[in-house]
């Protein structure tokens, strides 16, 4: 990584600390209000692509997540519509997937209500390729989901493919090698179609202009999600391939339904950014944050959308401090779960989420409505603030227990009021000496293995010292 002058580090932090209240539009600070607190939201990748699975003619898909495999495999139109008469989850309880978003601290979900094959997972008059019209299901998804939120108190936002559709006709599709999906033996002619034909490679996608799925399709779909669910808090776009700014617009007087909605950065880049930025499967370097509200979404294992093969998930202490440390630096989580085509959980997530629901029925306080790190960058750790009343609080999120049991903070040039560890009655001393405040950690050990919080109340506003990045860094929001 490139090193950076100090003023330049002072200046981003500067800047990411005060835009929010300082440059941003006071009626743009109240919208975001509860998406800032929240901090933490459940993702939900759901379609046909769980009946397969990540196979296909007995193949395992090479590349790319589940939800991809219509893409990745070259599926025809017509087969890969045969697995919606497979698609029967009759095992889907709203009310029990809200309790368990809700149960693991989360304040808001986010489902695919059409990912890139184009399967609308609620009932639309726009195209008979959705659930209601094409599945023994019969039931619209979305409204039992929306019922379960309203009555938990649960914020329901809609994940929209826009551009990409791979079975109604004019869609676009991102070119993709047949080699990467499956070895097919005609992979070197589908490859040559698929330069022709803007990545497709199904002559039935091609009936229609992008212009035509845009007005008779994308257009009227994101309509009835913006009129028939109630509150809509969230409209999360995804790749916008081929997307130009005339077709972006279309969809601005649609967004009016719902003025108090919140929209990502994928319509169409860069004129269309909405107000969240969304880095994917990483956390940021404290030096890519530009003072933009963002958040990062993340698989548990490798895989979005359910897939049979996929083993590699993520321990609950890496997803919990990966929490930890996007909330350091000021961001929101978007955990993702992909459902089995029953309309269950995978059990590995179900263990995961009421994991993440300990911890957090405990420690919450160090995630909602807090700011990033205003602190020097610590070795042993995360750390979290708030003001409250005038006065400071920094949750020190300890990963590392110091052998010494002293615990050092530098930076801080305000007194302290009162310094205790999160759900321990136990009393910790401290000292504070030419701005460095000494904490002497209970002789019984870390309270908790996952992450301890130090809870330290201070007299007054903190001035930021935070100028750079912790010695400890994240790759791909893995943390052990």
């Not at 990912?115 to 659930?131: C, L, R, Y």
Request: hydrophobic letters at 35%; aromatic letters at 12%.
């Amino acid at each position: 990584m490139k090193k950076f002058p100090l003023v330049l580090f002072l200046f981003i932090f500067c800047a990411y600390g005060f835009a929010q209240t300082n440059s941003i539009p006071d009626t743009q600070n109240k919208k975001m209000e509860w998406w800032r607190e929240a901090r933490f939201g459940m993702f939900i990748h759901w379609g046909v692509y769980a009946v397969p699975a990540g196979v296909y003619h007995g193949e395992e898909q090479k590349r790319g997540g589940a939800e991809w495999i219509m893409n990745r495999m070259k599926i025809p139109v017509t087969e890969y519509q045969a697995y919606a008469k497979q698609f029967n989850p009759v095992k889907f309880n709203a009310d029990e997937w809200v309790k368990m978003a809700k149960d693991a601290g989360m304040k808001y979900i986010v489902i695919t209500a059409k990912h890139h094959d184009g399967f609308a997972m609620f009932k639309t008059n726009a195209s008979k390729w959705n659930i209601v019209d094409a599945t023994p299901y019969g039931k619209d998804i979305l409204k039992q989901l929306a019922a379960a939120c309203k009555k938990a108190g649960i914020k329901l936002g809609f994940y929209y493919s826009q551009a990409q559709d791979w079975n109604n006709p004019g869609g676009s599709a991102a070119r993709k090698s047949a080699i990467e999906g499956w070895p097919n033996p005609d992979s070197t002619k589908i490859d040559a179609y698929t330069k022709e034909h803007t990545g497709h490679w199904d002559v039935l996608q091609t009936t229609a202009s992008m212009a035509e799925y845009i007005e008779k399709v994308s257009v009227p779909q994101v309509k009835e999600l913006l009129t028939n669910y109630g509150d809509v808090s969230i409209l999360w776009w995804d790749t916008p391939t081929n997307m130009t700014d005339e077709f972006a617009e279309k969809f601005q007087p649609l967004l009016k339904l719902q003025p108090n909605i919140i929209t990502n950065d994928r319509l169409k880049r860069p004129n269309y950014s909405g107000d969240y930025k969304t880095p994917e499967q990483k956390i940021p370097n404290l030096s890519e944050l530009d003072g933009k509200d963002w958040e990062t979404c993340m698989t548990m294992n490798g895989t979005w959308g359910y897939r049979t093969s996929d083993q590699k998930w993520k321990s609950s202490q890496t997803l919990i401090r990966n929490l930890i440390d996007i909330a350091s630096k000021g961001g929101n989580y978007l955990l993702n779960v992909g459902p089995k085509a029953d309309g269950e959980f995978p059990q590995e997530s179900i263990d995961r989420l009421k994991e993440i629901g300990t911890w957090m029925k405990v420690n919450g306080e160090a995630i909602y409505g807090t700011h990033a790190n205003p602190i020097a960058p610590v070795e042993w750790g995360r750390c979290t603030t708030k003001e409250i009343n005038g006065n400071t609080i920094l949750y020190l999120s300890v990963f590392t227990w110091p052998k010494d049991g002293k615990l050092t903070v530098s930076g801080i040039n305000i007194p302290v009021f009162s310094a205790s560890i999160i759900g321990n009655s136990e009393k910790i001393q401290y000292s504070l000496t030419n701005n460095i405040l000494t904490i002497n950690l209970p002789q019984s050990g870390q309270t908790n293995q996952i992450a301890t919080v130090i809870k330290i109340v201070f007299k007054g506003k903190m001035k930021s010292t935070n100028t750079g990045e912790p010695t400890r860094k994240m790759k791909t929001g893995e943390l052990d």
